[in-house]
């Protein structure tokens, strides 16, 4: 099929996309929120090609748009009279509100449920084409399912050309997030999805509402979704998308901290701090955020990256559409850089003794993040399972036990691969030794100290207030080897070999711990305590 597009300022282009519309065909429509994949909403036929159009899995329900409260009454089972009080303060505008349907809606536009959701856009041309069509319009964002919504014209062109028999473009939409969607069936009203009418605003006029736990988290295995739409994968780049918590700096320390392949998904002015980064908003404006927030998500595929990490937005008023539309977008991937207690890293060569040290810490109250261990959980998280034997082959597990000698072997033969086996690893174990600090600091912990070998090298370095180093000679180092492990010189040679001088760590640390002789090191991490020197 052959798209037509028409700009909807010229003359006839309204009507001529009415006409479509009568005669069942689809037209993507500008409306202030994003741009809607309309069809008769009268007609069952035109409204089931809109889900296979975008590839819309068939539960989902539709909203119905009209352009007046008189179109109201037909389509639902009795009015509300709160919608009234609600049209007064909000409509034509972003809200949508959910009341039981009546026998004129088709049941391809509630997916089988006996509500209906409805909204009176603002929009000049949706307002238009709805009264020049003179039905009410289902329709749906215009993205492809799954993908972030179209604020744009040209959004809906790269997901549905071909598809649909019209594109009537207006421009930029000016709010930028779909509608808050409210539930008056249930008793508090439910906020089903939060949108350009705050929660706030919406108490000002039907007292106290209850929001849906949805809006903030995944729903729980088995849990049946409220609004079908929340359990779907949404707004998602083809980039693995993780969101981040905290300052500005943190942001930026973190983000260094990753090998090259990552957009920063900051706000405005921050971007040329990053070698590749997309800007959206204003970091102390939810609105030019949420104008903005799809338009980036689709910017980041264009970058080539694949993983974006999103500097996390204020929840607050119209904030709260935007983080949940990142939250839907990362799969609620979420990365809390704000710890409540100092975060320091421990690093330095085999047989350094670094395990001594953090004991000695502990002894103050710090808590050791321990890599390794953590490493052995991260090779039981299934995703990590499949991308190990991906890569490595699947014969390096058996009866489900990863063979890890094997592992390191076959990962070890070159740089190239110990980069892959980094990049299936270190993710699942930053994330695990994240979550491990913010527990630290909240069963009392004084500060965190991760143990890492390869600490420098991952991302783990960019959460660290500061880095120490342990330092011992070779000889001593080669000794602690063969007794701690129980091998030759010549393997515990090789082991040293295979890893970097000690200048390299001594010169990316804040700190150095001498630990040769008895005793020595206790004398220095008193010291360390007594100075404040972390
Ligand atoms: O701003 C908007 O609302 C845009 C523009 C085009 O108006 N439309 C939009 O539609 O975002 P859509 O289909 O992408 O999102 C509608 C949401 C979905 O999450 C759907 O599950 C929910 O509303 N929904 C629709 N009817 C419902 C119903 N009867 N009960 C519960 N949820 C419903
Ligand atoms: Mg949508």
């Known amino acids: 099929m052959k798209t037509r597009y028409l700009n909807a300022e010229d003359p006839g282009a309204v009507n001529e996309a009415a006409e479509i519309l009568r005669n069942g065909g689809l037209v993507a429509v500008p409306t202030e929120t994003v741009y809607g994949l309309a069809a008769n909403a009268l007609d069952g036929k035109a409204v089931s090609r809109i889900f296979e159009a975008k590839g819309r899995p068939q539960d989902n329900p539709l909203i119905v748009h009209v352009s007046s409260l008189e179109e109201i009454p037909p389509l639902v089972r009795k009015v509300d009279p709160r919608v009234y009080d609600l049209a007064e303060a909000f409509w034509p505008g972003p809200l949508t509100v959910i009341m039981k349907k009546s026998e004129l809606i088709p049941d391809e536009v509630c997916a089988g449920l006996d509500t209906v959701a409805i909204r009176m856009p603002s929009h000049p041309v949706a307002r238009a084409v709805i009264k020049a069509?003179?039905?009410?319009?289902?329709?749906?964002s215009a993205n492809a399912s799954g993908k972030p919504s179209p604020?744009?014209?040209s959004h809906v062109r790269d997901d549905l050309d071909g598809k649909i028999e019209c594109i009537l473009d207006a421009g930029e939409c000016s709010i930028g997030v779909e509608s808050t969607v409210i539930t008056l069936v249930t008793d508090p009203?439910?906020?089903?999805r939060p949108g350009g009418v705050?929660?706030?605003?919406?108490?000002t006029v039907l007292g106290k509402i209850n929001i849906s736990h949805a809006v903030y988290e995944s729903l729980g295995e088995g849990e049946k979704a409220q609004s079908p739409g929340m359990k779907y994968k949404h707004y998602a780049p083809a980039a693995k998308v993780t969101l981040i918590k905290g300052s500005f700096d943190k942001y930026e320390k973190y983000l260094k901290a990753h090998k090259t392949g990552i957009c920063a998904v900051c706000f405005e002015g921050e971007g040329k701090h990053f070698p590749v980064s997309v800007e959206y908003g204003r970091a102390d404006d939810s609105l030019t955020q949420a104008r903005s927030i799809f338009d980036a998500l689709r910017k980041v595929d264009e970058t080539g990256c694949d993983e974006a990490f999103v500097r996390c937005p204020c929840a607050d008023g119209v904030g709260l559409a935007?983080?949940?539309?990142?939250?839907?977008?990362s799969a609620f991937r979420v990365t809390d850089l704000d710890f409540s207690i100092p975060v320091y890293g421990i690093t330095g060569q085999t047989g350094a003794g670094k395990s001594t040290v953090c004991s000695l810490f502990e002894k103050a109250g710090f808590h050791t993040v321990d890599t390794d261990l953590i490493a052995r959980e991260a090779v039981r998280n299934p995703e990590v399972i499949e991308n190990l034997k991906k890569a490595f082959g699947s014969d390096i597990f058996s009866d489900g036990e990863l063979n890890r000698r094997e592992l390191a072997r076959r990962a070890f033969e070159s740089e190239e691969k110990t980069n892959l086996l980094n990049s299936i690893t270190h993710p699942v174990i930053t994330e695990l030794a994240i979550k491990e600090i913010h527990e630290a600091g909240k069963n009392g912990a004084k500060a965190a100290l991760i143990d890492a070998p390869v600490?420098?090298?991952s991302p783990l370095a960019g959460v660290c207030d500061k880095i120490i180093c342990v330092t011992a000679d070779r000889d001593t180092r080669l000794q602690r080897i063969m007794q701690r492990d129980g091998i030759g010189i010549e393997d515990a040679e090789l082991r040293i070999k295979a890893q970097r001088g000690e200048e390299y760590y001594t010169s990316h640390s804040d700190i150095e711990i001498r630990n040769v002789k008895p005793g020595e090191a206790v004398l220095q991490v008193?010291?360390?305590?007594?100075?404040k020197l972390l």
């Open 133 to 140: 069509s003179g039905v009410p319009l289902a329709a749906p």
């Open 189 to 192: 009203p439910n906020l089903l």
């Open 322 to 329: 935007v983080y949940n539309r990142l939250l839907r977008s």
């Open 455 to 457: 600490l420098l090298e």
């Open 198 to 203: 705050t929660p706030e605003e919406l108490e």
């Open 151 to 153: 604020t744009r014209a």
């Open 526 to 531: 008193e010291n360390i305590l007594k100075e």
